[in-house]
């Protein structure tokens, strides 16, 4: 795939004062004075705009080259834009989603009728929390981790991460999770610190309640080799949209770390636009 595109770097001041960093990805013959079908990228958990090995950067090229505007930010306290990672949560999430969509819309150049929406893993979760309050068109999910904050996961999740703790522990106490963390402020992912707060407030969303609300057209695409997101979570969300398709790709891992792969979901990705 060598096809070109332009960039128009932008940033976007949130009431905080934090800038969000990001780019609209233009085709060659781009032209101001027309109006474009335009894709807003959400980027999933620790990602970026770019994504692993240039995922989302390669999606952009493959939708401008097809006559596509692509817009691409960071989440505050991701990749480029101001703020910290440590006090990221899903509302505040939710609300830099929402601004991207709104600094899309009232752009001159946009098609206001042909507004997409593209989330991966928590950038999927985001855009179903998020898509009912916007007017977008039709929303593709990647790997939606839509079952992140199941309480049986995170339970799971914590054992893990918290592992030596909790066999430092006499087995006669028998601690529930509750009482191990407690007195836990943060986690250490991958080497990203993370307050607790980011679990507290991802409790309180309901996931396939937002989804519901969602009547537009939705196409969840997964690998079948993602060990990440689970089958069943993105049979739920499928179910809970009401006019939703979910396709699992052969062979594909979280982040489709595969060239061939990427081409089938790119094109997929196109012809549910296009349809």
């Known amino acids: 795939m060598t096809y070109k595109m332009d960039y128009i770097y932008q940033s976007i001041s949130k009431k905080n004062g934090s800038l969000l960093r990001g780019v609209i990805n233009t085709p060659d013959d781009f032209d101001t004075s027309k109006k474009y079908p335009a894709v807003i990228f959400y980027h999933g958990f ?34 480029e834009s101001d703020g910290s990672f440590y006090d990221m949560t899903v509302s505040r999430e939710e609300e830099d989603a929402m601004m991207v969509y709104d600094f899309t819309k009232i752009k001159s150049f946009v098609d206001k009728e042909r507004i997409y929406i593209l989330g991966h893993s928590l950038g999927g ?3 179903s929390l998020i898509g009912s309050k916007t007017k ?6 990647l790997a939606p981790a839509s079952d ?12 893990s991460l918290f592992l030596e703790k909790f066999e430092k522990l006499k087995s006669e106490d028998e601690p529930s999770i509750r009482e191990v963390l407690s007195d836990i402020e943060d986690l250490d992912i991958g080497g990203l610190r993370l307050h607790k707060n980011f679990l507290i407030d991802f409790f309180k969303k309901d996931v396939y ?29 499928n179910q809970a949209f009401s006019n939703s398709r979910y396709e699992l790709i052969r062979g594909a891992d979280h982040d489709f770390t595969n060239l061939k792969i990427r081409k089938e979901v790119f094109e997929k990705m196109y012809r549910f636009f296009e349809a």
Not at 136 to 141: D, N, P, V
Not at 148 to 159: F, H, P, S, T
Not at 216 to 233: H, Y
């Open 136 to 141: 977008a068109k039709k929303m593709c999910l």
């Open 125 to 127: 979760v985001i855009a």
């Open 148 to 159: 992140m904050n199941n309480r049986d996961y995170l339970k799971v999740m914590a054992q």
């Open 209 to 237: 309640k937002s989804a519901r609300a969602y009547k537009g057209k939705v196409l969840i695409l997964r690998g079948d080799a993602d060990e990440l997101v689970f089958d069943d979570s993105n049979v739920k969300l």
């Open 46 to 79: 620790g990602g970026d705009r770019n994504g692993r090995s240039f995922f989302r950067s390669q999606n952009a090229k493959y939708l401008t080259d097809r006559g596509y505007i692509c817009v691409r930010f960071d989440f505050e306290g991701s990749g």
